[in-house]
């Protein structure tokens, strides 16, 4: 199993942007595909963007294309996702997963972080 901590979360205006971190441990973090979710109260978690374990290819949910990027660091076993121009209906627990093969589906990832608050208000 990977081992995640996100930070970042916090409080903006609408329109404003947050970067998430994700630190992993483990020795396989290189090969894990890595992803954010996210769950608003009285929602179910769901998908928001995942990166493959090279880099090389991203997945991005369409309510947020456009204004959040996914990006990793193998060298520093970090997974970052930028978000910008940040909407109230953002607002939700992020939480950072590892799933090795995984692409979008809740159900590939095995390893999850404790989550970090993300607010936006209007």
């Known amino acids: 199993q990977v081992q995640l901590v996100e930070s970042g979360g916090g409080l903006v205006q609408a329109g404003g942007s947050l970067r998430l971190s994700c630190a992993a441990s483990?020795?396989?973090?290189?090969?894990?595909?890595m992803g954010w979710f996210r769950q608003a109260p009285g929602n179910e978690r769901e998908f928001v963007a995942a990166?493959?374990?090279?880099?090389?290819?991203?997945y991005v949910a369409g309510s947020v294309k456009g204004r959040f990027t996914i990006s990793k660091n193998n060298a520093k076993n970090t997974v970052y996702l930028q978000m910008n121009s940040l909407k109230p209906e953002d607002t939700a627990v992020y939480y950072c997963?590892?799933?090795?093969?995984?692409?979008?589906?809740?159900?590939?990832?095995?390893?999850w972080g404790q989550g970090t608050q993300v607010t936006v208000s209007s």
């Open positions: 997963a590892a799933g090795f093969g995984a692409t979008t589906a809740i159900y590939q990832y095995d390893s």
């Open positions: 483990g020795r396989t973090f290189s090969r894990h595909t």
């Open positions: 990166v493959s374990w090279s880099g090389g290819t991203t």
